[in-house]
């Protein structure tokens, strides 16, 4: 009988073995240093890990799994008292910013947000340098950048990102187009539609989560 070619469980079963490493040190990888490029953290994770088989990298959702269970393991303490710190500058923010209809988005909104994480909001305008120019009157300087955000599978739209500290956190402040308040960008974890909160459904989070005890 000729040998059938398919499924082999043992080879099934390694790779899975090989993604939850992987996935595990990029988790401590993004928790310990900072990083937040999943598929960078991932590479780095696999290189230092002595695994350069690509089917045995991650998806990005079982990183984000791996570091939820990270943090609950290893920053039961300080990860909950630095993201209620990022909500609450995040609520401060979106108060002052409330004339361009802000939305959180990104790590402070999942809750996997710690010391080294940026509050992360999308601004809308249809007026170019708009946002720029009304924190430069009110006395904050920003670095410019752009970013390429995903609408869909087939478009990326081009848009202006400010960046600065206050307090001692970071802020990424996104400006989109005002048609974009209707229609999310993809998320950079599953492809999936981006989750985003306006400033009541930041303040109804912040009464789940109460300050974590001194």
Same mark, same amino acid.
């Given at each position: 009988?000729?040998?059938?070619?398919?499924?082999?469980?043992?080879?099934?079963?390694?790779?899975?073995?090989?993604?939850?490493?992987?996935?595990?040190?990029?988790?401590?990888?993004?928790?310990?240093?900072?990083?937040? =490029?999943?598929?960078?953290?991932? #590479? %780095?994770?696999?290189? +230092? @890990?002595?695994?350069? *088989?690509? &089917?045995?990298?991650?998806?990005? =959702?079982?990183?984000?799994?791996? #570091? %939820?269970?990270?943090? +609950? @393991?290893?920053?039961? *303490?300080? &990860?909950?008292?630095?993201?209620?710190?990022?909500?609450?500058?995040?609520?401060?923010?979106?108060?002052? @910013?409330?004339?361009?209809?802000?939305?959180?988005?990104?790590?402070?909104?999942?809750?996997?947000?710690?010391?080294?994480?940026?509050?992360? @909001?999308?601004?809308?305008?249809?007026?170019?340098?708009?946002?720029?120019?009304?924190?430069?009157?009110?006395?904050?300087?920003?670095?410019?950048?752009?970013?390429?955000?995903?609408?869909?599978?087939?478009?990326?739209?081009?848009?202006?990102?400010?960046?600065?500290?206050?307090?001692?956190?970071?802020?990424?402040?996104?400006?989109?187009?005002?048609?974009?308040?209707?229609?999310?960008?993809?998320?950079?974890?599953?492809?999936?539609?981006?989750?985003?909160?306006?400033?009541?459904?930041?303040?109804?989070?912040?009464?789940?989560?109460?300050?974590?005890?001194?």
């Amino acid at each position: 009988m000729p040998r059938l070619h398919g499924h082999h469980p043992a080879r099934a079963q390694g790779n899975r073995q090989q993604q939850r490493r992987i996935a595990l040190e990029a988790a401590r990888l993004i928790s310990e240093h900072g990083l937040r =490029d999943y598929h960078r953290a991932k #590479l %780095r994770a696999a290189e +230092r @890990l002595g695994i350069h *088989d690509d &089917q045995a990298l991650p998806r990005n =959702d079982e990183i984000e799994s791996a #570091l %939820r269970e990270h943090q +609950r @393991l290893f920053l039961g *303490d300080s &990860q909950p008292e630095a993201l209620h710190t990022r909500r609450l500058a995040a609520r401060e923010a979106m108060r002052f @910013l409330q004339r361009f209809e802000p939305r959180l988005v990104g790590a402070v909104l999942e809750g996997t947000a710690d010391q080294h994480s940026a509050v992360c @909001l999308h601004l809308f305008s249809d007026t170019p340098g708009e946002v720029e120019q009304f924190l430069s009157e009110r006395g904050i300087h920003c670095d410019l950048r752009e970013r390429r955000l995903r609408m869909d599978r087939a478009r990326e739209l081009p848009i202006e990102v400010l960046l600065f500290i206050a307090d001692g956190i970071a802020f990424d402040l996104s400006v989109l187009p005002r048609a974009g308040l209707r229609q999310a960008p993809l998320d950079r974890i599953g492809q999936r539609t981006m989750r985003r909160a306006s400033l009541s459904a930041l303040e109804a989070l912040l009464q789940e989560q109460p300050p974590a005890p001194a």
